[in-house]
């Protein structure tokens, strides 16, 4: 017997391919989304044979209704998709970048869940899981397009366990602080030497360390919201307070 559908967004790499194989080895159906076919086909091939990879770009709406038709019945939704772009003051801020910041982050996680929500309330144990992040909670210098989204995940998250607090769906979010995935390598754009240095003489989170507590918070017992989880590396106490040897 499985667990239910679970259908996961930015599976194609990082935090959202570990818990796409991570949900799966629970006892999940997974349906995997990302924009990366290739990548994405790789990651539902580690998940096994019941996982299906289709291709979701969750700033297209066309694209969000193609993925969801796919995912049908889903019961547990991990919105991930997501990411920051560049690391510019305020008074130097790139439109372009903080309007794809927004449309991903913001408005890909709104889409999902207008498209998927009916579905979670029907399987009478619905769960949705945001990725956040602790940038939506402490922003800092440089952040200040990333803090704004993030901050928005954070908002929608509370918002929404409140006006779904009389149906059957929980609303969780988890929020890291640093994990090394492909994150910086996007947000630097493809700058490896620049990506590499913000894990310098630390050790980051692994994006199975945040698999692992997804999986957890999407484990418990439909009576257990785990409504906010805040997971660091050991190393950082803070945005700005990182422990580097
Ligand atoms: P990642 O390795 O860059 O993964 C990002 C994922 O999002 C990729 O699978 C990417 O796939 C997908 N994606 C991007 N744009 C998309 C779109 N328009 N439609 C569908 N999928 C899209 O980075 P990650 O660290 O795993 O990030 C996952 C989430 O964790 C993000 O929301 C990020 O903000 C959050 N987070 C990361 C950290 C960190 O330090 N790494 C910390 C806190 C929070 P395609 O390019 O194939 O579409």
Known sequence: MTLGRAAVTGASSGIGAATAVRLAAEGFDVVLGARRADKLAEVARACGPS????????????????????????????????????LDPV?????????????????????????LLPALVAS??????????????????????YNAVKAGVHSLSEV?????????VRVSEVLPGLVETEFSLVRFGGDADRAAATYAGMTPLTADDVADVIAFVVTRPPHVNLASTLLLPTDQASVGVVHRR
């Open 51 to 86: 996982a299906r990879a289709v291709e979701l770009d969750v700033t297209d709406d066309a694209s969000v209704d193609a993925f969801c038709a796919q995912a049908g019945d889903c019961r547990v939704l991990v919105n991930n998709a997501g990411g920051a772009l560049g």
């Open 91 to 115: 008074a130097g801020a790139d439109l372009d970048l903080w309007q794809r910041m927004w449309d991903v982050n913001v408005l890909g996680t709104v889409r999902m869940l207008r498209a």
């Open 124 to 145: 009478g144990n619905g769960h949705v899981v945001n990725v956040g992040s602790i940038a939506g909670i402490e922003p800092y210098v440089g952040g200040a397009g």
């Open 160 to 168: 929404l366990r409140k006006e779904t607090v009389d149906q059957p």
